[in-house]
Structures are given as structure tokens and as C-alpha cells.
């Protein structure tokens, strides 16, 4: 009881300070509860992004690489007496209180960040630093909420018709008379991992990082979902993927309750940046998201790094949410993001899909930005087994495929062009135009791929 009551006493005498205003303001509303405890605390840490080059500069860096080496050089520069600071009081928390300590830095460099693990001092000190702009609790978030029916055993004589969604984007036109499957393509997959002995998914895990404290470093899913979001972008059994010639670089960054840290899901965006020496995927498939008001002060946190996967010319695919009509799922919803809601069979809107007109720091969209099939969806699980799940999770994995298909047949495609492909191609099933149910309509993959092959036809002439 004395060490919390002196704990709360010092943290009321520096906000009593004439920094107090200035660093109390920096402090997500979570963390300043956090800060009640004894216990060191898990933080997010952001530093004020300092300008390194005029807009011309930046003009130039025109291709991929050279954007991600610039914000590299502007992140530490941004954060060079920063780091000097953290790397001083590195060191194994002290059980005492009142000592600033840090340990586990970990280098967010692409959204200008650390993570580490702090004493309430050093989070106070941290705050009152003018090179920092915001002090965020590390916290563990609920990202998937899926239903689904029983497994469904393997059967090799069943008909390709049971992955239904495949047949409505046309998928299997682009295989048949484009002579498209996705081979040379790489998606980025970002979920609770994949079983990489799944029959459907041996040999297209080109690479796997577990993220979760488990560490392991064989592909494995100790969940299910990322196992059936990855059958759908790439599965070669039963016909359940859109492109089974594609391969995967995955990052598991959720655990077995679909739930994740904070640093966990950023150090994963950033792997897909530069997977240990691998292809940088052309498009990341992130089935998961969390409602915009449930993450309260840290539903802008993962913005700069939808941004930074923009220079770095990724395709940020997000589920929308499934929260139903006039609901926003966070990362879908920022600007930046390119949102999938869901439909069935029928091509009619799932009522759980998420969609809005929303706003962000002033600016106005529509959210999602197209919908694929997401309802009684048939898909890989761990163990050779097979399932049907609901949901926009279900949904952003066709697209996903979509997006391999056309890198397959145009490797230079840029993200603005797949993504003005996606909508202008997509089938318009709401009003005319762009809406919040369907967004510019349901994806057209045959009709996509003939539109990148025909772009590639013009900038050749």
C-alpha cells in the first residue's frame, strides 16, 4: 500500500510541475491508469517526426526503396537524442520504485517509434521530453471475432463448388483462359499464423516470423483463422484459393485468442517491409482490425504504418470490420486503407459487414472500398482439416488473391493502379457509384487481370 501511495504521490508532484501540462497531455487516457501500478509498464513510444529533406527531395524518391531509405533517415533523425537517452537507462527494471529503467527497446523505426518496457518515472520522464509526441500503453487488443461451423474432414472427391467464392470472382477464369494462377507473386499475411503442413498450404509459406512471446520458428497456427484466411489467398486442395501459384511471406501476430500486442502487430508491418531478405510482398492481407472507439486513444496508431507500407509500394488490404452498417473498424477505416467488406453467395450485403461514410482528420471517404465473398466461406484449418467461417476476415483474403493474379500477370503494377483496377472492375451491386455496403461492388478477378494485362499492353506501346 505505501509503495502505491508513493508511486501515486511523486506522479501528482511531477504533474504538478510547469512540464506537467505539456507531458500529461502526451499520455493515452489507458496508460494513465496503468500508471497506478507498482508493475513497470509495456509502452508505446513516438517521437516528433523532425523534416530531414525539402519536398523535393522527397519528390524524388520515387521508387519504393528509395521511399523506405528516407523514412529511415528521417527516423533517426527524428530520434537521435532519444535513442541516446533510452540506450543510457537500459537495463534490468529495479524493483524499487522512483527508478527510471528500460529494457526490451525495440526499434519501430517506420512509424518514427519504440517499443520497451518502463517504470512509471521513466514513462513520466519520457512525456516531458520535447522530442516525443505521444506516450501509448502497450496493450493487448482483441483483433478477430469469427463464428464458424464444425470441421469438415477432408474428402479429395469434394467438388470444387463447396468454395463458392472462388467460382463468383471469377478465379478460376483467369487460371483457365488467362493462363494466371499467381506464380511469382507474394502476399503478406499477417494473422495467428498458417499450419505450413496443411495439404492446401506445403510449399507456399515462403517465409514465417512468430511475433507472440511464444517465438516459434516453423509456420503453425495455434488458432485456425490464419490458416483459413491463408487457404483462400493461395490454397492448391480442393479449390479453395484464388491464387494457388502465389506464396506467402507470414507473420503470426495474434495468439491463440486472436488477440495481440500493440508492438506485436507494428514489428510485423514493419517485417513486411523487409522480410529478412525475401521479396517485399506486393499486398498484405491483415483479417483483423478492432472497432475505432474500443481502441480510445490508440486507434491512430497503426496509420503511419499503412503509410509507410504505401511508399514501400504494399497494397494495405483490411478487412472491414463486423460491426454491421454505420460502424468503422480501425486500420480499415484510415484513409489510407483499402477496406473489404462482405457478401454472400447470392451477392447480397453480409448485415455484420462493416461500413460507413467516415472521417479522418478532416478528410471524408466511403468505407469499404469493395466487398468479396464472406459468408459460409470454405477454407484451410490446422490438422488437414477443413472449415466454413463467416466473415469481412473471410472476405479480404479474396481480394488478397485478386491482388497476386494481377502482380502475376503485371509485376509492375503499382498500388494506385491495382487498387483504381479493383474498384473500376469491380461488380456494382448498391447504388450506382461507391456506397457503404458494397463500396465500388463485389471484385471481378477475370475482369481485374484483363485490365492490368491491358495496361501493360499500353505502356509498351
Not at 120 to 142: F, N, Y
Not at 148 to 156: F, I, K, L, N, T
Not at 218 to 232: I, K, L, Q, V
Not at 434 to 456: E, N
Request: with cysteine; hydrophobic share 40%; aromatic share 6%.
Amino acid at each position: 500500500m505505501r509503495i502505491r501511495t508513493g508511486l501515486a504521490l511523486a506522479l501528482a508532484s511531477l504533474l504538478m510541475s510547469p512540464l506537467a501540462a505539456s507531458a500529461s497531455s502526451k499520455l493515452s487516457a489507458e496508460l494513465v491508469k496503468a500508471l497506478g501500478s507498482k508493475a513497470p509498464v509495456q509502452i508505446l513510444v513516438r517521437a516528433k517526426a523532425r523534416s530531414l529533406a525539402p519536398a523535393s527531395v522527397q519528390a524524388m524518391a520515387s521508387t519504393p526503396d528509395a521511399m523506405i531509405a528516407l523514412r529511415k533517415r528521417q527516423a533517426a533523425d527524428s530520434r537521435k537524442e532519444l535513442a541516446a537517452f533510452l540506450l543510457t537507462n537500459s537495463a534490468v527494471i529495479a524493483q524499487s520504485e522512483g527508478v527510471p529503467h528500460v529494457r526490451n527497446l525495440k526499434d519501430l523505426w517506420f512509424v518514427n517509434a519504440y517499443s520497451l518496457e518502463a517504470s512509471g518515472e521513466m514513462v513520466q520522464k519520457l512525456a516531458a521530453r520535447s522530442d516525443v509526441e505521444q506516450v501509448i500503453l502497450d496493450r493487448k487488443v482483441q483483433f478477430i471475432k469469427h463464428s464458424q461451423a464444425a470441421p469438415a474432414p477432408e474428402d479429395p472427391n469434394r467438388p470444387a463448388g463447396k468454395a463458392w467464392g472462388i467460382t463468383k470472382i471469377n478465379a478460376q477464369q483467369v487460371w483457365k483462359k488467362l493462363k494466371v494462377n499467381g506464380k511469382g507473386a507474394v502476399i503478406g499475411h499477417i494473422d495467428t499464423g498458417a499450419d505450413g503442413t496443411h495439404p492446401a498450404l506445403a510449399g507456399r509459406i515462403l517465409h514465417f516470423k512468430d511475433f507472440t512471446t511464444a517465438g516459434k520458428t516453423d509456420p503453425y497456427d495455434d488458432e485456425g483463422h490464419g490458416s483459413h484466411t491463408a487457404g483462400t489467398i493461395v490454397g492448391t486442395k480442393n479449390g479453395i484459393g484464388v491464387a494457388p501459384g502465389a506464396q506467402l511471406i507470414c507473420a503470426k501476430a495474434l495468439d491463440g485468442q486472436g488477440s495481440g500486442q500493440l508492438s506485436w502487430l507494428l514489428a510485423a508491418m514493419q517485417w513486411m517491409l523487409d522480410p529478412d531478405g525475401k521479396p517485399r510482398p506486393a499486398a498484405v492481407s491483415n483479417s483483423w482490425g478492432a472497432d475505432r472507439d474500443a481502441l480510445g486513444d490508440s486507434a491512430n496508431v497503426f496509420r503511419d504504418a499503412v503509410k509507410a507500407w504505401r511508399d514501400g509500394g504494399i497494397v494495405p488490404l483490411f478487412s472491414s470490420g463486423n460491426s454491421g452498417p454505420n460502424s468503422q473498424g480501425v486500420p480499415g477505416a484510415y484513409p489510407e486503407s483499402f477496406a473489404i467488406g462482405a457478401t454472400d453467395s447470392k451477392d447480397k450485403d453480409a448485415d455484420f459487414s462493416s461500413g460507413s461514410n467516415s472521417e479522418w482528420d478532416g478528410q471524408s471517404f466511403i468505407r469499404p472500398d469493395v466487398c468479396a465473398p464472406g459468408v459460409n466461406v470454405y477454407s484451410a484449418a490446422p490438422g488437414a482439416k477443413y472449415v466454413t467461417m463467416d466473415g469481412t476476415s473471410m472476405a479480404c483474403p479474396h481480394v488478397a488473391g485478386v491482388v497476386a493474379l494481377m502482380k502475376s500477370a503485371k509485376p509492375s503494377a503499382t498500388v494506385a493502379d491495382i487498387e483504381k483496377i479493383l474498384g473500376d472492375t469491380a461488380q456494382d451491386l448498391g447504388p450506382a457509384g461507391k456506397d457503404t455496403r458494397f463500396g465500388f461492388g463485389r471484385v471481378d478477378a477475370l475482369k481485374a487481370v484483363k485490365a492490368v494485362k491491358a495496361l501493360s499492353a499500353m505502356a509498351h506501346r
